[in-house]
């Protein structure tokens, strides 16, 4: 079956219907079946090709609910595919998770459906500029965020997710350090620096989707409803986070809409995040103030089902980086 040439049948309904029930409130009947055709053999190659589909929170709700095998935050993502037995892994995300993904599971092939799938924090900062920041702080540890290139992790002390940056940070403390470097986002490092006592010298990079709330977004949203619970990704500004309720991963944010079920919830990150929420949590009501992010857009079903049929494009990493960039990476996990 090539892309192009793709029919709905009985058999499709049939495999894809329970997946639909789900989705009924964010996609219409017509729509669901031009994309059926695709989720159901996605899912057929996948088991043809011992193949797993890594999906991070911000896919769109047919990837997550469709095709998705693991779903979850940037922490989650890299456990599973540490310890996956798959032959390939089909990386739904962005490229610096794909690149986290090969970091850690060198033998398996690691497709990106999107290698122009990237991230404005990974964007920000070069290896070569933690070469020049270790010159410059030569005794001082690097923390950087898993969003950065496999060249960068290769430079850098340990890795951090915003599940467990304030964990790691702690435990560089704990080991003596009075000072730790934070690499590249700078609002990750300032929401951190206000919940630890280790100094943090900050790089300024930042995420372009949520540098675009603002305090103003929730102020507004609780004039209208007076009940709801703001829930903020730690790559906000903190005069955002300061104004929300809860600070989490996407992860976190999840786990706390699901065990919490506020009545009204709105979530300062990326619009496929809330989807994906309301689909999992009919009671709670999701009000939108979201921002999209054009990078984790770039992944659709028709570029996964072909990057499944051509095993390509591949994510090939130096060996040498690569050996590096894990020690960064499994630091980090040690400590999660
Ligand atoms: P999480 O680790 O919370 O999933 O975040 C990844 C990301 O890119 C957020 O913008
Ligand atoms: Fe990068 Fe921001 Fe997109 Fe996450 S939301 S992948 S940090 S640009």
């Known amino acids: 079956m090539s892309t192009q040439t793709i029919a709905y049948s009985d058999e499709i309904a049939k495999a894809t219907d329970p997946i639909f029930d789900k989705l009924s409130r964010q996609y219409s009947r017509e729509h669901w079946e031009s994309i059926a055709p695709y989720i159901y053999e996605i899912n057929r190659l996948k088991l043809e090709k011992n193949a797993v589909i890594l999906a991070h929170n911000y896919m769109t709700p047919d990837i997550f609910f469709g095709v998705g095998d693991i779903v979850g935050d940037s922490l989650l993502l890299a456990q599973k595919a540490a310890t996956s037995t798959a032959d390939i892994i089909v990386q739904c995300g962005v490229h610096f998770m794909a690149e986290t993904s090969k970091i850690l599971c060198p033998e398996?092939?690691?497709?990106?459906?999107?290698?122009e799938a990237g991230c404005s924090l990974a964007e920000s900062i070069t290896a070569q500029d933690v070469r020049d920041l270790k010159e410059e702080y030569p005794d001082i540890p690097i923390v950087t965020y898993v969003n950065t290139s496999a060249e960068v992790k290769a430079e850098s002390d340990i890795c951090c997710t915003s599940s467990n940056a304030l964990k790691i940070v702690n435990a560089l403390g704990e080991q003596g350090h009075g000072s730790v470097i934070m690499t590249p986002d700078m609002y990750l490092a300032q929401n951190i620096a206000a919940q630890t006592d280790v100094k943090i010298i900050i790089w300024e990079g930042s995420c372009i989707v949520h540098e675009r709330f603002s305090p103003q977004d929730i102020i507004d949203a609780r004039k209208t409803y007076d009940d709801i619970v703001v829930l903020a990704h730690p790559e906000c500004p903190p005069n955002v986070m300061a104004e929300a309720d809860f600070a989490g991963s996407t992860a976190q944010m999840d786990n706390y809409i699901k065990t919490q079920q506020p009545?009204?919830?709105?979530?300062?990150?990326?619009?496929s995040m809330s989807d994906n929420i309301a689909a999992n949590n009919p009671?709670?009501?999701?009000?939108?103030?979201?921002?999209?992010?054009?990078?984790?857009?770039?992944?659709?079903?028709?570029?996964?089902?072909?990057?499944?049929?051509?095993?390509?494009?591949?994510?090939?990493?130096d060996p040498e980086i690569s050996r590096r960039a894990k020690l960064a990476v499994d630091r980090m996990l040690e400590l999660s």
């Not at 398996?108 to 290698?115: E, N, R």
């Not at 999209?292 to 089902?305: A, E, F, G, S």
């Open 283 to 317: 009671n709670v009501e999701m009000i939108g103030t979201c921002q999209m992010c054009p990078y984790m857009k770039r992944i659709t079903l028709p570029k996964i089902l072909k990057a499944l049929q051509s095993e390509e494009p591949e994510i090939i990493i």
């Open 108 to 115: 398996k092939k690691i497709l990106m459906p999107d290698m």
């Open 263 to 271: 009545k009204r919830a709105m979530l300062m990150t990326e619009c």
